[in-house]
């Protein structure tokens, strides 16, 4: 029996729960694409599959509508996969196990994709629908939007005749969101030489970090563990001599890193005193974060006599350095708007390689030269340290439209259903709308959606009654775009 069978609205979580069935994480997204081009087919709707798999479904408007301009549904058909550390899924080929819990709809261990499945699974229950009064759909479902957009980049925008379109990729319901941060991907590599190194072998750990999303959640300041990993062992480096061997954090740029590691080799009989280290890092942080963090932990284990290629001092040294001063977290608050992050960073993947220790950060600000300013710090920060920086993807910011008739019929609907105004909003974080303008500058963008709480950590929950309610907004939207 489905897990979501009896849950409302019926037809959205059918889809919904359908999607989580398919493996469809970031540039794994040929499955999912083939289920949606099948989806209409069935029904009969004509639809395109371009070359990286974006999907367009087009559906005719309903009686009294067909003459109408066509509305167009967007959001992304892949996901971020990310997993507790003893979890045994495999994002490749299992499904999601879902479960509802106080009114919410997670995933067992994992991230549950409802950024951005339900947007997904709306637009499905609109195409499917003949009792909703609409006009032509044109439903545009594109991929890899997590890391670089690379779907809302490459999508033929020529292909649609909507000017109005919907974006379901917000996560707080009564807002809409007007406007977005753009954004860079700045990867580093900071190249290491290696020598043959005697000693006891220490694994360090950070974890237990609650994460999340690197813009949402970036101004509540949760700790981001391969920064202070970095503090931790520049720290060390003042008390024990001792060759890192490796070190690791994070897996994408997009998530606050909640766990790293560490491993690094010290003369015999100075284990207490890296153990006693560890251990005052990890009090000192439990007084900063003054219970934000519950679940913080810092801890060690020692491997008696195990000599092994590490890095030289030189190597270390950069390594560490560069952890402790590349900038991290949110850099600027708007100027405009209160309490709304203008610019920040996250350095979101850490990874040692053969030759090199490989960094990742994701810039965002909503002002364009702020996200330059940053770029330019890191590159002083990489240069520094003998490294190397390359911009590996960008993405504009999406400004808000003081004439959007789109955000006014989706107010007035909005006051209409649930009799009080909803909030209107620019985010700080990357949504595709800035995209698709830069192709089509006509277009009147407006995102919305439910309440997902934690996206991007293995915590993300779907708000059910929240869901119901969005729903119910969008069939009146659509009633109401004559």
Known sequence: MA??????????????????????????????????????????????????????????GTAGYEDCEPVILQGHIDMVCEKTADSAHDFKTDGLELYIEDGYLKAKDTTLGGDDGIAVAMAMAVLDSDDIPHPPIEALFTVDEEVGMGGADAVDLSLLRGRKLI?????????????????????????????????????????????????????????????????????????VPFHLVCINGGTKDNVITPDADAEILVEPGKEQEVLAVVDEMKKIWTEEFMGEEPGLQADAAVSQGAGCEAMDQDSTKHVIAYLLLCPNGCQEYSRKIEGVVETSLNLGILETKEDCVRMIHQIRSSVETRKYQLQEQLEQCVKAVGGEGTITNEYPAWQYDPDSGLRQIMADTYKELYGKEPVIAVIHAGLECGLFLGKRPDLDCVSFGPDVIDVHSVNEALNLASTQRVWEHLKAILKNCR
């Open 3 to 60: 897990v979501l069978e009896n849950v409302e609205p019926k037809k959205v979580f059918q889809f919904f729960e359908e999607i989580c069935r398919i493996p469809h994480g970031t540039f794994d997204t040929k499955r999912i694409s083939d289920y949606c081009v099948s989806f209409a087919k069935e029904r009969g709707l004509e639809v395109i599959q371009d070359e990286v798999n974006n999907v367009i479904i087009k559906k005719p």
């Open 167 to 239: 974006n379901m990729d917000s996560e707080t319901e009564g807002i809409l969101t007007t406007g977005c941060a753009g954004g860079i991907r700045y990867e580093v590599s900071l190249p290491i030489r290696k020598e043959k190194v005697s000693g006891d072998k220490i694994t360090i750990r950070v974890h237990g970090l609650l994460g999340g999303h690197s813009g949402m959640e970036i101004h509540k300041q949760r700790g981001n563990a391969s920064k202070m990993m970095g503090r931790l062992l520049y720290r060390l480096a003042k008390e």
